[in-house]
């Protein structure tokens, strides 16, 4: 009874089993130039093969359902007829090398297939069962180095197939990923040149030639290979390839136009649309980027990096509420995943919730903390995550809480170290202790002392403290006579400009110039160089250098606010000063600095209540900037809000005390000593009897 009922759950199995999966059985091998056509006997033994194939794979799903090991060693038995009926099919070698694995029978496998060589060295199934089995024990991941032999002896055989059977695609697709696995990808291209010799469109030889032929860099090679078989046929897998190689090589425009083709081809492949949204947010073309990542949400609706990306682009058209929302959908379809955490916490950061986003970000360092198995990944993602966590803790003024996160980042490796000193020596830089950071500067240079960062890093600091000469010498000392010369004219541009010593930083920042070979390089270059003649009340000069890098980035932000400021500052253009400002904040809508010079703006046009709530959120922004407290200052008082005037004044010139050397400016210490003093008698006539509103303080 027993037996019976073995036997009709197997029947229920057989009929079960979709045709589909039937399907999966042996192909016709294909016939070699030359050979004769299949005879009766051949086809005879097609069939039989077929059937226990069949057969194979049914006692296979068994023992899957069961576990019971006798289903096993009955699918081993029926896919060994089936191999030996049709030794070249490789779909009954993987089925059977992979039931042997998942018997446990490695061993067995192996001798088998090693005792018939050992008769027979020219016995071409042997070779193939023995390679399927070795390629079968190294899985999906990346090869160990437990693993490496077994790459080797899987070499060994795949090679010798080819020697035998130079026409086995197979054989020489395992051969080449091997050899990628063994980083020869040299040789590897080779064998997949060799095949495309013999088949110009073989598409999966094509494929890892264009992978191996783009991890070297040779983008352009790659292209014109799948030019010339585009000619021939085209296929969506070729466009997408060639939609991948001009991408490395920086052509998002032909990018495109593959992308797009491989979509109208096979519209519900969804490798092409993440190529094409790939390509059109290279172009910066948010609005169809958004369009094919949205069809991506549909095509792949559990994916969460799909989200991801929809979240990043509306963060940077600075939409962040629906940034906020594909980031939140994300984390419903990957709970706990880091990535999603860090895009999670740079949303909120650029929202100006540093709380949530130090939650989020300490959240996702307790979880990788808690791995049990600490990794060279696992340290680098920590890293990430404390230089981020250190740096909203530095925008949250909250600078022990920033100084503790990167201490603690400190013991995670040598660069990961570094990068953890460079964040202590910016975060006591905010902090205005330069003390502290010459000294940190100076623990960084001992224990990295072929970094020349944190040399540059020194002669700043030193330049923010007044030590002008002492800065320069550092940084001339580090001239090389190469083009490399030019970041460090530009540091020392920056030197001489906060020593107020114009000239030299106007010569310091031409001599970078002369070293530039692209515009866009120049953008820094340019920059400095209109804050150098603004500062010098040079204002046509100042103006030239800064439509200078407008016309190369119309979008710089750093450029729009200070031209724009300085133009409201002078009182002149006002409505043009306002449109650059607010150009500004449209990419950087929370920088406490932009919204200080939009609330200037605002001041100078006599819009006030728009430029206090503009002050107000600089200053929520930037509570220590003494410019932006006096700005606010003048708004109240203008608005008849003394009391209010004097006390932001007040904490303006506490702020002027606690500034760098560099950053003292007498001529605007006084004037503020002036109003305040002013001010402060003109609140004390107030309360006598017949007082009269008081004038703006000169």
């Given at each position: 009874?027993?037996?019976?009922?073995?036997v009709?759950?197997?029947?229920?199995?057989?009929?079960?089993?979709?045709?589909?999966?039937?399907?999966?059985?042996?192909?016709?091998?294909?016939?070699?130039?030359?050979?004769?056509?299949?005879?009766?006997?051949?086809?005879?033994a097609?069939?039989?093969?077929?059937?226990?194939?069949?057969?194979?794979?049914?006692?296979?799903?068994?023992?899957?359902?069961?576990?019971?090991?006798?289903?096993?060693?009955?699918?081993?038995e029926?896919?060994?007829?089936?191999?030996?009926?049709?030794?070249?099919?490789?779909?009954?070698?993987?089925?059977?090398?992979?039931?042997?694995?998942k018997?446990?029978?490695?061993?067995?496998?192996?001798?088998?297939?090693?005792?018939?060589?050992?008769?027979?060295?020219?016995?071409l199934?042997?070779?193939?069962?023995?390679?399927?089995?070795?390629?079968?024990t190294?899985?999906?991941?990346?090869?160990?180095?437990?693993?490496?032999?077994?790459?080797?002896?899987?070499?060994?055989?795949?090679?010798?197939i080819?020697?035998?059977?130079?026409?086995?695609?197979?054989?020489?697709?395992?051969l080449?990923?091997?050899?990628?696995?063994?980083?020869?990808?040299?040789?590897?291209?080779?064998?997949?040149?060799?095949?495309?010799q013999?088949?110009?469109?073989n598409?999966?030889?094509?494929?890892?030639?264009?992978?191996?032929?783009?991890?070297?860099?040779?983008?352009?090679?790659?292209?014109?290979?799948?030019?010339?078989?585009?000619?021939?046929?085209?296929?969506?897998?070729?466009?997408?390839?060639?939609?991948?190689?001009?991408?490395?090589?920086?052509?998002?425009?032909?990018?495109?136009?593959?992308?797009?083709?491989?979509?109208?081809?096979?519209?519900?492949?969804?490798?092409?649309?993440?190529?094409?949204?790939?390509?059109?947010?290279?172009?910066?073309?948010?609005?169809?980027?958004?369009?094919?990542?949205?069809?991506?949400?549909?095509?792949?609706?559990?994916?969460?990096e799909?989200?991801?990306?929809?979240a990043?682009?509306?963060?940077?058209?600075?939409?962040?509420?629906?940034?906020?929302?594909?980031?939140?959908?994300?984390?419903?379809?990957?709970?706990?995943?880091?990535e999603?955490?860090?895009?999670?916490?740079?949303?909120?950061?650029?929202?100006?919730?540093?709380?949530?986003?130090?939650?989020?970000?300490?959240?996702a360092?307790?979880?990788?903390?808690?791995?049990?198995?600490?990794?060279?990944?696992?340290?680098?993602?920590?890293?990430?995550?404390?230089?981020?966590?250190?740096?909203?803790?530095?925008?949250?003024?909250?600078?022990?809480?920033?100084?503790?996160?990167?201490?603690?980042?400190l013991?995670?490796?040598?660069?990961?170290?570094?990068?953890?000193?460079?964040?202590?020596?910016?975060?006591?830089?905010?902090?205005?202790?330069?003390?502290?950071?010459?000294?940190?500067?100076?623990?960084?240079?001992?224990?990295?002392?072929?970094?020349?960062?944190?040399?540059?890093?020194?002669?700043?600091?030193?330049?923010?403290?007044?030590?002008?000469?002492?800065?320069?010498?550092?940084?001339?000392?580090?001239?090389?006579?190469?083009?490399?010369?030019?970041?460090?004219?530009?540091?020392?541009?920056?030197?001489?400009?906060?020593?107020?010593?114009?000239?030299?930083?106007?010569?310091?920042?031409?001599a970078?110039?002369?070293?530039?070979?692209?515009?866009?390089?120049?953008?820094?270059i340019w920059?400095?160089?209109?804050?150098?003649?603004?500062?010098?009340?040079?204002?046509?000069?100042?103006?030239?250098?800064?439509?200078?890098?407008?016309?190369?980035?119309?979008?710089?932000?750093?450029?729009?606010?200070?031209?724009?400021?300085?133009?409201?500052?002078?009182?002149?253009r006002?409505?043009?000063?306002?449109?650059l400002?607010?150009?500004?904040?449209?990419?950087?809508?929370?920088?406490?600095?932009?919204?200080?010079?939009?609330?200037?703006?605002?001041?100078?046009?006599?819009r006030?209540?728009?430029?206090?709530?503009?002050?107000?959120?600089?200053?929520?922004?930037?509570?220590?900037?003494?410019?932006?407290?006096?700005?606010?200052?003048?708004?109240y008082?203008?608005?008849?809000?003394?009391?209010?005037a004097?006390?932001?004044?007040?904490r303006?010139?506490?702020?002027?005390?606690?500034?760098?050397?560099?950053?003292?400016?007498?001529d605007?210490?006084?004037?503020?000593?002036?109003?305040?003093?002013?001010?402060?008698?003109q609140?004390?006539?107030?309360?006598?009897?017949?007082?009269?509103?008081?004038?703006?303080?000169k």
């Amino acid at each position: 009874m027993k037996e019976r009922l073995g036997v009709l759950a197997l029947l229920l199995v057989a009929v079960l089993i979709p045709s589909a999966i039937l399907a999966q059985g042996p192909p016709p091998a294909a016939a070699t130039p030359g050979q004769s056509p299949a005879t009766p006997a051949d086809e005879q033994a097609r069939a039989d093969a077929f059937y226990a194939f069949t057969m194979g794979h049914i006692y296979e799903e068994y023992d899957d359902a069961t576990s019971q090991s006798e289903y096993a060693n009955q699918a081993i038995e029926s896919y060994k007829k089936a191999y030996a009926l049709d030794p070249r099919s490789p779909v009954i070698g993987e089925r059977l090398a992979e039931i042997y694995f998942k018997a446990q029978r490695i061993r067995d496998a192996v001798q088998e297939a090693q005792d018939i060589l050992k008769r027979d060295p020219e016995n071409l199934s042997a070779r193939r069962l023995l390679a399927h089995i070795y390629v079968r024990t190294l899985g999906d991941s990346a090869v160990t180095p437990g693993q490496r032999d077994m790459v080797s002896r899987a070499v060994e055989q795949f090679r010798e197939i080819l020697r035998l059977d130079p026409s086995d695609e197979d054989a020489a697709l395992w051969l080449a990923r091997l050899y990628r696995m063994q980083n020869d990808p040299d040789k590897a291209a080779q064998v997949m040149r060799e095949l495309l010799q013999r088949e110009p469109d073989n598409e999966a030889a094509a494929e890892q030639l264009t992978q191996l032929l783009l991890d070297q860099g040779k983008g352009a090679e790659a292209i014109a290979m799948l030019e010339g078989m585009m000619q021939r046929a085209a296929s969506p897998n070729l466009l997408d390839l060639l939609g991948d190689a001009y991408t490395q090589e920086r052509q998002p425009v032909k990018a495109e136009v593959a992308y797009r083709k491989a979509v109208e081809m096979d519209p519900d492949e969804p490798s092409h649309h993440h190529g094409l949204a790939q390509a059109l947010v290279a172009q910066e073309k948010y609005a169809p980027a958004i369009q094919e990542y949205k069809k991506l949400t549909e095509l792949e609706p559990d994916k969460a990096e799909n989200y991801l990306h929809l979240a990043e682009i509306y963060r940077q058209l600075n939409q962040l509420d629906l940034a906020e929302e594909n980031v939140l959908h994300a984390k419903q379809l990957a709970p706990g995943d880091l990535e999603v955490m860090y895009y999670e916490s740079t949303i909120y950061e650029a929202q100006g919730r540093f709380e949530d986003a130090i939650r989020v970000l300490s959240s996702a360092i307790s979880g990788v903390k808690n791995q049990s198995q600490p990794s060279p990944s696992s340290r680098r993602t920590l890293a990430i995550f404390y230089e981020l966590l250190g740096r909203l803790y530095r925008e949250k003024e909250d600078y022990a809480s920033a100084i503790g996160t990167y201490q603690e980042m400190l013991h995670l490796g040598d660069e990961e170290g570094r990068r953890a000193r460079m964040g202590m020596i910016d975060t006591y830089r905010a902090e205005r202790d330069l003390p502290k950071a010459l000294d940190e500067a100076q623990k960084a240079m001992q224990a990295f002392p072929q970094d020349r960062s944190f040399r540059v890093t020194q002669a700043l600091l030193l330049g923010e403290d007044g030590e002008t000469d002492k800065a320069a010498k550092i940084l001339t000392a580090m001239f090389t006579g190469t083009a490399e010369d030019r970041e460090i004219d530009l540091d020392l541009a920056q030197v001489y400009e906060r020593g107020k010593r114009f000239a030299d930083a106007e010569s310091a920042a031409r001599a970078a110039e002369k070293l530039t070979t692209r515009p866009s390089d120049n953008e820094m270059i340019w920059f400095m160089l209109g804050a150098i003649y603004e500062r010098q009340k040079k204002y046509d000069e100042a103006e030239q250098e800064f439509k200078r890098v407008l016309g190369v980035n119309p979008q710089n932000a750093a450029v729009l606010n200070y031209y724009g400021y300085m133009l409201a500052d002078r009182g002149e253009r006002l409505e043009e000063a306002t449109a650059l400002v607010k150009r500004a904040l449209d990419e950087d809508p929370n920088n406490g600095a932009y919204l200080d010079s939009l609330g200037w703006a605002y001041y100078k046009q006599n819009r006030l209540a728009e430029a206090e709530a503009q002050l107000r959120k600089a200053v929520a922004r930037d509570s220590h900037d003494p410019t932006i407290r006096d700005h606010l200052g003048d708004v109240y008082f203008k608005a008849g809000k003394s009391a209010l005037a004097a006390a932001e004044w007040e904490r303006a010139l506490n702020e002027w005390r606690k500034a760098l050397p560099s950053e003292l400016e007498p001529d605007k210490i006084a004037t503020l000593e002036k109003k305040l003093t002013s001010v402060k008698q003109q609140l004390a006539q107030q309360k006598s009897p017949g007082a009269t509103k008081p004038d703006f303080p000169k």
